[in-house]
């Protein structure tokens, strides 16, 4: 495939002695590198590539194949590395590429890390070398290998799908971790799913495909409120419950229909003593047509209403109770305007009840 690019031409027709001089370092002691002291670059992609050439080389010693690495996210979007291969390039040589890419860049660029790096799907049959080195760098850098569906697509070569899946299975770890009551680590997992996700949404701009990530967002969200709420050695009361209060907002935003958003900002003003804010948040979700009859954020208003004691059980106390709420006291009269649904219905059937066993 000739390249279409004339920078890229450019580099392969008059970058020879550069890559020449390159391909001598292949002697490079690894061993005296620190990988892990290198810094991650946040927000940054590197895609490894690998392509078949009809151009460049020298006369002496023609090219056949490419292994090249671009870097997306930075102010400008280039090469990190260039090499050329008179056959297709071993696992070992893949690996000395890569590296090289981490420590000893092109001229000009500082060694570093990406917060990504895509591996062409082509370059797959190397995973096995590679991947022993990958998975030892430092924490913040993740690594994958296109998807199927990206390597035949013109539109998006890494933007979306990959940052996607990365999420869901940092997701999953998370819900493990949380169910084994393993505060800290739940909330490290949510957190790396939700900085995969705000790269997916960063990365491209069809609404209509972002509704699969803003949804996870909202989940994982919640989900790292609910971490952040739960019981813990390291529990730093005051500010974990804004943190809870924060991340179930940001559920609310990304997933106004995503009922557990509501509950985890209700829970946090709870625990804080605000009970005011903590109903008018169940109330928020209520006015939705689509959250009206969502049975979590009924049980939770009628529980902060009733002071966790429940609809009372006599006709007369109940009626009172009610006289109250949605008639007398001016500010809960405000609050419940346009709230029907469930938690009506849950009155009534209360009230219907009590008479019949009269």
Not at 84 to 111: D, M, W
Not at 161 to 175: C, F, V, W
Not at 219 to 232: I, Q
Not at 331 to 351: A, I, T
């Amino acid at each position: 495939m000739e390249s279409k690019n004339p920078q890229l031409k450019k580099v392969l027709q008059n970058g020879a002695k550069l890559v020449e001089q390159q391909r001598k370092e292949t002697s490079v002691d690894w061993s005296t590198v620190d990988f892990s002291a290198l810094a991650v670059q946040e927000n940054v992609t590197w895609w490894l590539r690998s392509t078949t050439l009809t151009d460049g080389g020298t006369e002496t010693e023609p090219a056949r194949f490419m292994l090249e690495c671009m870097t997306y996210g930075n102010k400008i979007d280039a090469s990190r590395m260039v090499d050329k291969y008179k056959n297709t390039p071993t696992s070992e040589e893949v690996l000395h590429f890569i590296r090289r890419c981490i420590a000893k860049p092109l001229p000009g660029l500082e060694p570093c890390l990406p917060s990504i790096l895509i591996i062409q799907r082509n370059l797959k049959p190397h995973t096995l070398i590679i991947k022993a080195f990958l998975d030892k760098l430092p924490v913040g850098f993740n690594w994958a290998i296109e998807s199927e569906a990206a390597s035949t697509s013109s539109i998006s070569l890494f933007s979306y799908d990959i940052p996607l899946s990365m999420a869901k299975e940092y997701k999953s770890k998370g819900n493990q971790l949380y169910s084994q009551r393993n505060r800290k680590g739940a909330i490290y997992e949510y957190t790396n799913a939700i900085d995969r996700l705000m790269n997916a949404l960063r990365s491209d701009p069809n609404r209509d495909k972002n509704k699969d990530a803003e949804r996870l967002l909202a989940v994982c969200c919640a989900n790292r409120a609910a971490a952040y709420l739960m019981p813990g050695d390291d529990v730093d009361v005051d500010s974990d419950l804004h943190e809870a209060w924060k991340d179930g907002e940001i559920a609310i935003r990304a997933d106004p229909s995503y009922a557990k958003g509501y509950i985890r900002v209700s829970t946090a003003h709870q625990r804080l003593r605000n009970i005011k804010k903590a109903k008018e948040t169940l109330v928020r979700g209520l006015r939705r047509t689509d959250l009206q009859n969502e049975p979590g954020l009924v049980d939770k208003l009628i529980q902060l209403q009733t002071d966790g004691k429940g609809f009372p059980e006599n006709e007369e106390e109940l009626l009172a109770w009610q006289e109250l709420v949605l008639v007398e006291d001016e500010e809960s009269v405000k609050m419940m305007e346009g709230v029907h649904g469930l938690w009506r219905k849950r009155l009534s059937d209360q009230l219907a009840l009590l008479r019949t066993a009269m």
